[in-house]
């Protein structure tokens, strides 16, 4: 199924400086209290289960956000994107 809708991120690499920091704080209430977080749980509280699952995991290297975030904003990777190879 096609996206029809398209998360915009205006700084990839901001964005996930601020995800990162979601995913390796070790506070629960105030990780949760992030702005970014909060807006998220609005627009797309998927996106704030995928980064819980994270933490559960231990995830630890912020390259491991870069590369989901990067899947988000761009589709890159993902089966539905424009331009994805079928097989």
């Known amino acids: ?7 915009y991120v205006e700084d990839e690499t901001e964005f996930t400086d601020e ?10 209430t105030s990780r949760n209290a992030r702005p970014v977080v909060l807006e998220l749980n609005d627009l797309a509280p998927e996106i704030v289960d995928v980064l819980e699952s994270m933490i559960l995991d231990g995830v630890e290297e912020r390259e491991y956000v870069a590369d989901y975030v990067h899947a988000v904003v761009t589709g890159e990777g ?5 331009g994805a190879q079928v097989q």
Not at 1 to 7: G, H, I, K, N, T
């Open 19 to 28: 995800l990162f920091a979601f995913v390796t704080d070790p506070n629960a």
């Open 78 to 82: 993902m089966s539905d994107s424009p």
């Open 1 to 7: 199924m096609p996206r029809f809708v398209r998360l």
